[in-house]
């Protein structure tokens, strides 16, 4: 008995946290971009939040992939997001955000980091996600 509450609550708590989940809709996976120009991330809400969220910042993160051949890049565990292009607020549903990116030539992992408190006791958030970009 005691059991299938745990898991239920851990099942919640899955359904909970991913309710406030950011990902970059612009530009779209496997892009060309750039080097050294500015251009629009665009980060956005993957659904509607069910729960109340208080918003704290979005970061996005540049860093370069190894190889081309296979395609190897850097994950967030253990070589981090990189150089930190945008650190800010973040209005949501969703938001168009001007980065420059940095003439580092080849595949690179572009990501959004969301931080925020949710619910109405305010539970500390943290999420990250990627898209890869060529930057040619
Ligand atoms: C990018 O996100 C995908 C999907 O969540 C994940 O499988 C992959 O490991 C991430 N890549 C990097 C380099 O962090």
Same mark, same amino acid.
């Given at each position: 008995?005691k059991?299938l509450?745990? =898991?239920a609550?851990?099942?919640?708590?899955?359904?909970?946290a991913l309710?406030?989940?950011?990902?970059?809709?612009?530009p779209?996976?496997?892009s060309?971009?750039?080097?050294g120009?500015?251009i629009?991330?665009?980060? =956005?809400?993957?659904?509607?939040?069910?729960?109340p969220v208080?918003?704290? =910042?979005?970061?996005i993160?540049?860093? $370069?992939?190894?190889?081309? +051949?296979? @395609? &190897?890049?850097?994950?967030v565990? $253990?070589?981090?997001?990189?150089?930190i @292009?945008?650190?800010?607020?973040? +209005? $949501?549903?969703l938001?168009?955000?001007s980065? =420059?990116?940095?003439?580092?030539?080849?595949?690179?992992?572009? &990501?959004v980091?969301h931080?925020?408190f949710?619910?109405?006791a305010?539970?500390p958030?943290?999420q990250?996600?990627n898209?890869t970009?060529y930057?040619?």
């Open positions: 008995m059991l509450s745990l =898991a609550l851990a099942v919640s708590a899955v359904t909970y309710a406030q989940e950011v990902k970059i809709t612009q779209a996976d496997n060309l971009v750039a080097g120009k500015v629009t991330v665009e980060v =956005a809400y993957t659904s509607t939040p069910s729960t208080t918003e704290v =910042a979005v970061v993160g540049f860093n $370069p992939c190894f190889s081309d +051949h296979p @395609l &190897s890049c850097p994950a565990e $253990p070589y981090g997001i990189g150089k @292009l945008y650190n800010g607020p973040f +209005h $949501p549903p938001q168009d955000i980065v =420059a990116i940095p003439e580092e030539l080849g595949p690179a992992v572009l &990501s980091t931080f925020a949710t619910g109405t305010n539970f958030y943290v990250n996600k898209i970009i930057v040619e």
